[in-house]
């Protein structure tokens, strides 16, 4: 049976992950993040580049925390004389993923519903079965029977789109649904916030355009000068069928992953001024972890190291199956973990900076 908890945690990422918000059109999932966080800051704004900003004020070093907003998603890039759409990747996609799921067309009447088509099975060529279909030539039917019918249904040129996907629970409190990279590293920051006794300044940042090159963590933090920022996020599970342990070794139930080097040291290497920080409090608080090193992918945290004169920064998350897919699949047991952790860690972060 879940805890109360866990449930409240669920019904959390449940709003988060059906939330809509493609890079550079975070609205949505900034409207939860303000509501959850009102009760627990001093001041929320929305600076020049869409970021969520919430403080809380205290005295000590001043801590960020940044969780993206945005997800992997499609902008309409032509529409053709009988109404279909195309459309390019927004982020990171495996294009294989893509073909016949169902999306919503974020147009200027409101959202759309859509489907991505392709040749049904009974008419390719043997060879056709051989090869995957690349993104570009992928179509969208949303039942218009012309480029008229389109426009008049609000949907045009640079039309933002999001797959159409709702979270779902499974078995053993582990969960399913789209865009939980990053929406649990959002829930994993309000849970924090409601959490923490800390008395130093927080910054508790939704950031904007992570998957499209961890563009509003570098805005932001520029403007904060934080002294010492965690990037809360999802990390790569090892866990299942088809990968090496010596690739990715991270399973779930094992608590939350704490990066050491990500993107093969060209994204972050971890402080081990913030390594203390992180592991000793973890150890402190009896919650285990699990250290990993990465030879792709960033976060958040990169760019924040790189910002200004550098900020130490540090990258604590969520192991999570099948990521930059529209069934990301967490156990809501490590979520809380990562959670109950950097609500320790903002009580302990005078004692190591």
């Not at 403007?223 to 779930?252: F, Q, S």
Request: aromatic share 6%.
């Amino acid at each position: 049976m879940m805890s109360d908890k866990l449930d409240d945690l669920r019904n959390l990422l449940e709003r988060l992950s059906n939330a809509h918000g493609v890079s550079g059109h975070e609205g949505s999932s900034r409207d939860i993040l303000t509501h959850e966080l009102t009760p627990y800051v001093d001041e929320i704004r929305i600076d020049a580049f869409g970021n969520l900003i919430a403080t809380k004020s205290g005295k000590g070093p001043s801590v960020m925390l940044s969780a993206h907003m945005d997800e992997i998603g499609l902008s309409a890039k032509y529409i053709d004389e009988n109404g279909f759409i195309y459309f390019i990747g927004i982020g990171g996609w495996f294009d294989q993923t893509l073909l016949n799921q169902r999306v919503r067309l974020h147009g200027t009447n409101g959202a759309i519903p859509g489907v991505i088509g392709s040749k049904p099975p009974h008419i390719l060529e043997e060879e056709e079965k051989k090869k995957p279909i690349p993104m570009k030539d992928m179509f969208i039917d949303i039942g218009a029977a012309s480029a008229e019918d389109v426009e008049g249904l609000g949907v045009q040129i640079g039309t933002p789109i999001t797959i159409d996907r709702q979270f779902t629970p499974l078995s053993s409190n582990f969960v399913t649904g789209k865009a939980l990279d990053d929406r649990a590293g959002c829930a994993m920051m309000i849970e924090a916030m409601k959490r923490t006794k800390a008395t130093t300044t927080v910054f508790a940042v939704g950031s904007t355009q992570e998957e499209v090159g961890l563009k509003g963590a570098k805005t932001a933090s520029f403007g904060l000068n934080p002294d010492v920022a965690i990037a809360t996020e999802t990390n790569i599970a090892g866990d299942h069928p088809g990968i090496e342990k010596k690739l990715a070794h991270l399973e779930l139930g094992k608590g939350p992953s704490v990066t050491v080097v990500d993107g093969g040291g060209r994204g972050l290497i971890t402080p081990d001024s913030v390594l203390r920080w992180i592991e000793g409090t973890a150890q402190k608080a009896r919650i285990a972890y699990q250290r990993d090193v990465s030879s792709g992918g960033t976060t958040d945290a990169t760019a924040i190291n790189l910002t200004r004169a550098g900020i130490p920064a540090g990258v604590v998350s969520v192991v999570t199956r099948y990521l930059h897919t529209p069934v990301e699949v967490l156990n809501l047991e490590d979520l809380d973990d990562a959670a109950e952790l950097i609500a320790r860690m903002l009580e302990t972060v005078a004692d190591y900076f």
